[in-house]
Nanobody, 124 residues
């Protein structure tokens, strides 16, 4: 059974930082791409960042470049999303997503395995 467990969300002031974690189990960690999507109330979900450890590729949407960093800890089968200089528009539920291949950062429907999500709220 595939399990993707997100953690690390919370309330932070604008300009602050959070680190999200995604613990992966039930799939071969080495062979899966891990992607972060988010969805704000009333808006469509959107991809944020992804990592393919097989070739070292990291993917970012333009609106998070320079602020968010994706990384992984092989020993813990965990992927992290370090989010710095957070803005109110980053407020959303963040989902960890897994797939055997990278399917882009725009269509979440291309991804089969999803976590339950973790809430990130950026507000003063």
């Amino acid at each position: 059974e595939v399990q993707l467990e997100e953690s690390g969300g919370g309330l932070v002031q604008p300009g602050g930082s959070l680190r999200l974690s995604c613990a992966v189990s039930g799939v071969p960690f080495d062979d899966y791409v891990i992607v972060w999507f988010r969805q704000a109330p009333g808006l469509e979900r959107e991809g944020v960042s992804g990592i393919d450890r097989r070739n070292g590729a990291r993917y970012y949407r333009d609106f998070v470049k320079g602020r968010f960093t994706i990384s992984s800890d092989d020993a813990k089968n965990t992927v992290y999303l370090q989010m710095n200089n957070l803005k109110p528009e980053d407020t959303a539920v963040y989902y960890c997503v897994a797939s055997p291949g990278f399917e882009g950062l725009r269509q979440g429907s291309r991804y089969k395995y999803w976590g339950q999500g973790t809430q990130v709220t950026v507000s003063s």
